[in-house]
C-alpha cells in the first residue's frame, strides 16, 4: 500500500540573524524536522534577500522561521495573511519573541519537542491545541493633517521610513514585542552595532554605553485620544513585555489579548537611574516606583524629541507615530 505523501514545510533561515548562529543551527533543524515526517524545503536568505517578499510568494501552509525577532516578525505576518501556521524558532541574539510565547531560545530543542507531522496534520486531529494567535503592532506615520504643527510651533518632519525605504504612511511597520524610544531604544542600536554574540551582553553594554549620553526627554503623547506630555528617560509600547535578550519588563503583556501596554520611566537623577538599570540587568525584570505600566489600545506620538523609534531590534520609523494593536496576525506553534 502506498504511504501517505508527507506534509510539506517551507524553512525560512536567515543567514545574518545571531551573526549566523541560525544558520549554523539550520542543518540540524531541517534534519530533525525530516525525521519528524516533514517534507522540508529550505530556502536562505541574505542580506539582498526580502524576507517579507519571500514569505508573501510562498504558498506553503506550515511555514517554519529560524532567525531573530525581526526576520520572524517580518515572515510570520505574511504567513498569517493568508491563514498558515508558523514554527518559530530561535536563531537571533536577543530571540524575546520566542522567550515570550513560551518556545525558549534553543531551536534545536523546540524541534524535538514538536510532535510529528501525522500528528499534526492529520484530518481528523482538528486545530492543534498548541496553536496559538499572536498581535502585532501597526507603526503609522501621522500627518498631522487636523494638528498641523507641534507644541512648540513647528511644521511636522516628513513621514518615517520602513526597514524597504517605503513611507510608513503607506506600509505600516509590524512590530510583535516593544517599540521604544529613549534610552531603550539608543540601547538597541549600540548594541546592534557590536560584535557580541550574546543578546543578552550586547544589550548590557549597550545600555550602559547609552546612559553616559542620554538625558531624560519631554515627549508629547496622545493615549487613546488623551493628550499628555511626558518627561522622563523612555516611552515603551508593549505587545510582549520582553526585551534585551531577555528582560521581561512589562510582565503583564499578553500578545494574544488584543491590547497594548505603556511603559513610562520618571526623569529621576542620573544616579537613581543607574542603580534602577543595574538591577533591571542583573534580575532581567524589575518593579520600581519609577516604573509605570498601563493598558492602552493606542498610542500617538506627536512630538519624539528628535528619537527614533526601535522595534523587534530594529528602527521602524521617526517622528510622529501611531502605534495600534492588529489582534492575531498569524498563528504560531507554540
Not at 8 to 15: D, G, M, N, Y
Not at 169 to 182: H, M, R
Not at 189 to 198: D, E, L
Amino acid at each position: 500500500m502506498d504511504q501517505p505523501s508527507e506534509p510539506k514545510l517551507k524553512l525560512f533561515v536567515s543567514a545574518l540573524s545571531g551573526k549566523g548562529r541560525a544558520l549554523r543551527r539550520a542543518p540540524k533543524v531541517a534534519a530533525l524536522l525530516r525525521s519528524q515526517g516533514w517534507n522540508v524545503d529550505v530556502r536562505v536568505t541574505h542580506r539582498s534577500d526580502d524576507p517579507a517578499a519571500l514569505a508573501a510568494a510562498c504558498t506553503n501552509h506550515w511555514v517554519a522561521v529560524l532567525g531573530g525577532d525581526g526576520y520572524i516578525a517580518r515572515i510570520a505576518t505574511q504567513v498569517g495573511a493568508r491563514g498558515g501556521v508558523v514554527i518559530a524558532l530561535p536563531g537571533g541574539r536577543g530571540n524575546d519573541l520566542c522567550r515570550c510565547l513560551g518556545i525558549g531560545t534553543d531551536a534545536v530543542a523546540h524541534v524535538r519537542s514538536l510532535p510529528t507531522a501525522s500528528e499534526i496534520c492529520a484530518e481528523d486531529a482538528g486545530e492543534h491545541p498548541r496553536i496559538r494567535g499572536v498581535d502585532a503592532m501597526q507603526v503609522r506615520a501621522l500627518n498631522r493633517v487636523n494638528d498641523g504643527q507641534d507644541a512648540a510651533g513647528q511644521r511636522p518632519p516628513s513621514p518615517g521610513k520602513d526597514l524597504e525605504g517605503k513611507d510608513l504612511e503607506e506600509k505600516p511597520a509590524q512590530v510583535l514585542g516593544i517599540v521604544s524610544f529613549g534610552l531603550d531604544a539608543l540601547a538597541n542600536q549600540i548594541a546592534n552595532g557590536t560584535s557580541i554574540a550574546s543578546g543578552t551582553f550586547a544589550y548590557a553594554w549597550g545600555a550602559l554605553r547609552a546612559l553616559q549620553q542620554f538625558q531624560p526627554k519631554t515627549m508629547e503623547i496622545e493615549v487613546d485620544g488623551t493628550r499628555r506630555r511626558i518627561r522622563g528617560w523612555l516611552v515603551s509600547v508593549s505587545n510582549s513585555g520582553w526585551f534585551g535578550g531577555g528582560i521581561n519588563i512589562v510582565p503583564s503583556s499578553n500578545p494574544s489579548d488584543g491590547r497594548l501596554e505603556l511603559l513610562t520611566v520618571d526623569p529621576v537623577p542620573k544616579r537613581y537611574a543607574i542603580r534602577v538599570l543595574a538591577r533591571v540587568l542583573a534580575m532581567r525584570k524589575v518593579d520600581d516606583p519609577i516604573l509605570h505600566v498601563e493598558q492602552v489600545t493606542s498610542v500617538k506620538i506627536w512630538d519624539s524629541a528628535g528619537l527614533v523609534a526601535m522595534g523587534d531590534g530594529d528602527q521602524v520609523g521617526e517622528g510622529p507615530l501611531e502605534i495600534s494593536v492588529s489582534p492575531e496576525v498569524f498563528r504560531v506553534f507554540v
